[in-house]
């Protein structure tokens, strides 16, 4: 079978979500990568009230890895949170691992993690009740820039 017919297709199509924030944040939780997290109408509204997630949320991460202290070229891992009945349905996808970040995959060139994975229980201890809880989430602030003087 094609490894890629394997793919999360609904975690490949976040761009068609709604962003929560406007640009990407570091993000110590997921690698020390800048992130950007991207929800269904109903994820969306939920975190915009401070609500517990309900069933049929998607929240996605996708993800850049840092150079130089900004965000690179390299794209990361997507991160994908659905909702279910029973509650979060989590998944890690890196089609491209680099070479030197093989360390975190246990070296694979390409992670797919999903369900019950026992590589997920960090994510599952984190986000046990869907979206982590306040205290740990990464800052959705706009970086300020410097005032210009033009006059000048």
Not at 46 to 64: C, E, F, H, I, N
Not at 77 to 97: E, I
């Amino acid at each position: 079978m094609d490894p890629e017919a394997l793919a999360p297709l609904r975690a490949l199509d976040y761009a068609a979500l709604e962003p929560l924030h406007a640009e990407p944040v570091k993000s110590p939780a997921h690698g020390g990568r800048w992130i950007r997290a991207w929800a269904n109408p109903a994820a969306a509204a939920a975190y915009r009230a401070g609500q517990a997630l309900p069933p049929g949320s998607l929240v996605v991460l996708s993800s850049l890895e840092d150079r130089w202290g900004r965000p690179g070229l390299e794209n990361g891992p997507l991160y994908a949170l659905d909702m279910t009945g029973d509650g979060p349905s989590l998944t890690f996808y890196w089609p491209r691992v680099p070479l030197d970040r093989r360390r975190d995959t246990g070296g694979e060139a390409r992670a797919y993690w999903r369900g019950q994975d026992a590589r997920l229980e960090a994510c599952r201890a984190c986000h046990a009740g869907g979206m982590a809880e306040p205290a740990q989430r990464s800052r959705w602030r706009v970086p300020r820039r410097e005032k210009v003087d033009l006059a000048g």
